[in-house]
């Protein structure tokens, strides 16, 4: 275990705990920019230890009841296969696999952090839009296939979108479902995702097993204490304070 990686862990958790952003958003990149890890291995661990730590909070979503099984069950008919295509296709056509696909997964992470920030940043002016434009409370099947489509791929070669991207997605979708059961559907589609996609880099050899356990004895408490933290730190403060430190960590990794 390295001890360095289980606190980047804690300090990730705690503030997944505070903000309910996913961890990709920065795990992924203090792995490859902090530790030298390669970005294959970096998203791929990643999205085991997204799936692992997000199946607590769907576990208790679901007991609440604030989850939208429908709503979960049309992403995942988008996402999965996409992941799966996604991930085969870069391993037969990009030169040496994944490995060596390292300046398209990391132009694909800065990307999906700066729109994280922007989702961050204006996602009260997105969703007061929404509402005004959209009176409709049916369900969208096909919409929602589509954008579980589009966070499969993104997810799968970045490790990032199933958290803020994905939610905002869903609020413009829905506008009149409750907040709640936004984030435990999404956060609920989030862990059969990043397990698919996370499955596929495993096979494909880009999950660092030790490093997947030092991330876990980090950030399982850090959650815990980042949870009980949250109703005490302003989210006018925080939201974009974090919206900025992801747009300066994406601006690097499109750079890098």
């Given at each position: 275990m390295d001890l360095a990686q289980t606190l980047s862990g804690f300090v990730v958790g705690a503030i997944v705990?505070?903000?309910g952003v996913g961890?990709?958003?920065?795990?992924?990149?203090?792995?490859?920019?902090?530790?030298?890890?390669?970005?294959?291995?970096?998203?791929?661990?990643?999205?085991?230890?997204?799936?692992?730590?997000?199946?607590?909070?769907?576990?208790?979503?679901?007991?609440?009841?604030?989850?939208?099984?429908?709503i979960v069950r049309y992403l995942a008919l988008g996402s999965i296969p996409a992941a799966v295509l996604t991930l085969t296709l870069t391993h037969a056509f990009a030169p040496g696999g994944l490995g060596s696909a390292s300046k398209v997964m990391t132009t694909a992470l800065g990307v999906a952090l700066v729109l994280t920030a922007a989702a961050l940043v204006f996602r009260q002016r997105l969703l007061a839009w929404a509402?005004?434009?959209?009176?409709?409370?049916?369900?969208?099947?096909?919409?929602?296939?589509?954008?579980?489509?589009?966070?499969?791929?993104?997810?799968?070669?970045?490790?990032?979108?199933?958290?803020?991207?994905?939610?905002t997605a869903l609020f413009f979708l829905y506008p009149k479902l409750p907040a709640i059961r936004i984030v435990g559907s999404d956060l609920a589609h989030a862990v059969p995702l990043t397990l698919v996609a996370g499955i596929g880099h495993w096979l494909l050899g880009s999950v660092n097993w030790p490093l997947l356990g030092s991330l876990l004895l980090g950030s399982l408490p850090g959650i815990y204490v980042g949870s009980h933290l949250a109703s005490r730190i302003p989210e006018h403060v925080l939201r974009p304070t974090l919206a900025a430190m992801l747009v300066l960590v994406g601006g690097k990794l499109i750079a890098f």
């Open positions: 705990g505070v903000t961890g990709g958003s920065l795990m992924t990149p203090i792995l490859v920019l902090l530790f030298g890890i390669t970005p294959a291995t970096a998203v791929g661990t990643d999205l085991l230890y997204a799936a692992i730590t997000k199946s607590g909070g769907t576990w208790v979503h679901g007991r609440k009841g604030t989850v939208d099984w429908r509402r005004r434009h959209d009176p409709n409370t049916e369900h969208k099947p096909w919409k929602t296939v589509a954008v579980g489509a589009t966070l499969g791929v993104l997810v799968s070669i970045s490790s990032v979108g199933a958290g803020a991207l994905g939610v």
